[in-house]
């Protein structure tokens, strides 16, 4: 047993670094392993300058707005309804917006006794901004996971306005444990746009033989356009070790046909 509880702390210490299964990273003086138990005069100034609340810097107030409008109608030959929809969604966070636009129209029409002819229409088009990494598992870049995580000592900015990075400068007084954590808002800099446009449609119509037997006839068609595009500012840097900005976009159509009987 390295030490008893009711060892003084200094005790504790010294005996950890000298005959633990670590005590060969504390001799080399090329790690960082000191600093586990190690609190530096700068690291002391940080902590009585700063006291960053991490999350209340990220988050914000949201706003939802939902409109929906529909008009509807019918008489012995004919049935109607259309619709048209706004939604908009602006997230607690920064670049989590959503915006949706949709319409909808049915129509049916009695042409003679035996058959019935109808028209379905419903295109949409929606918008979303996705926080950069938020959809990622690795800790250390997920913003979401940062802003709780990250320490109170250090501030949000520079001096200068310019973001404040920890872990940037090798062996830097504020490079500690927290080092690997990547300031929160820089991710606010990225942007990941994705836009979806779709149309949905069907023709249909439903010959009646005699009472008992109809036969009904569609033609289904789904049209799919998707877009992405994600920039990375130069001065936004891609990890310690790649600063490279990376810049992309991605478009893809999908469209899709089916006629079915009944």
Do not use: C
Request: charged share 20%; no cysteine; aromatic share 14%.
């Amino acid at each position: 047993e390295l030490w008893l509880r009711s060892d003084r702390y200094d005790l504790r210490i010294e005996n950890w670094i000298q005959y633990s299964s670590q005590a060969g990273g504390f001799s080399d003086p090329n790690t960082k392993l000191p600093r586990w138990f190690t609190v530096t005069d700068t690291t002391k100034q940080m902590a009585a300058r700063y006291d960053t609340d991490w999350q209340d810097a990220l988050f914000k107030t949201g706003n939802v707005s939902d409109i929906q409008l529909s008009l509807s109608g019918a008489n012995d030959n004919l049935n109607y309804y259309v619709s048209g929809g706004y939604y908009k969604n602006q997230g607690i966070v920064e670049n989590t917006n959503y915006d949706r636009f949709s319409f909808r129209s049915n129509f049916e029409a009695n042409v003679n006794p035996w058959l019935t002819l109808g028209f379905n229409f419903a295109p949409m088009l929606d918008n979303t901004s996705v926080l950069a990494n938020s959809e990622s598992t690795n800790t250390q870049y997920n913003p979401l996971v940062a802003a709780a995580f990250h320490a109170p000592i250090f501030p949000t900015h520079n001096e200068d306005g310019s973001l404040f990075y920890t872990g940037q400068e090798l062996d830097s007084p504020w490079d500690w444990n927290v080092a690997f954590m990547v300031n929160p808002l820089n991710q606010l800099a990225i942007k990941d746009d994705r836009r979806t446009a779709r149309v949905t449609s069907k023709v249909y119509s439903d010959i009646k033989f005699f009472d008992g037997l109809v036969l009904r006839t569609a033609f289904h068609h789904d049209y799919r356009d998707r877009n992405r595009e994600y920039f990375l500012p130069t001065y936004v840097p891609a990890s310690p070790t790649n600063p490279t900005s990376r810049n992309r976009g991605i478009n893809e159509r999908s469209t899709r046909g089916l006629w079915d009987f009944q």
